[in-house]
């Protein structure tokens, strides 16, 4: 069984770092790309960052240069290094697999539950 599980969140200050991770269970993930998405309250959600099997990155607009995304595939985790956190940034934050390159989250088959992220002024 196919399983992610996401970790990191938490309630800071702008300005601040956070990382979340993203471990992967149930299959070799290092063969499929990976993503971060979120979702504030009342809005769809979004695609932050994606990583290919091959390790190239895509980060969206209003995250490029603040977040990172990464991956060990030896530790079936991926990451996202967040810096420079601002209030819109709150959000519940998830993890996804199997994610196709058009940074759809329709185009990716497993999610993990998410992690919530909370940035206050």
């Known amino acids: 069984q196919v399983q992610l599980v996401e970790s990191g969140g938490g309630l800071v200050q702008a300005g601040v770092s956070l990382r979340l991770s993203c471990t992967a269970s149930?299959?070799?993930?290092?063969?499929?790309?990976m993503g971060w998405f979120r979702q504030a309250p009342g809005k769809q959600r979004e695609y932050v960052a994606i990583i290919s099997r091959s390790g190239d990155t895509f980060h969206a607009e209003s995250v490029k240069g603040r977040f990172t995304i990464s991956r060990d595939n030896v530790k079936n985790t991926i990451y996202l290094q967040m810096n420079s956190l601002k209030p819109d940034d709150t959000a519940t934050y998830y993890c996804?697999?199997?994610?196709?390159?058009?940074?759809?989250?329709?185009?990716?088959?497993?999610w993990g539950q998410g992690t919530q992220v909370t940035v206050s002024s």
């Open positions: 149930g299959r070799t993930f290092s063969r499929y790309a």
């Open positions: 996804a697999s199997d994610c196709g390159l058009g940074f759809r989250s329709e185009e990716c088959d497993y």
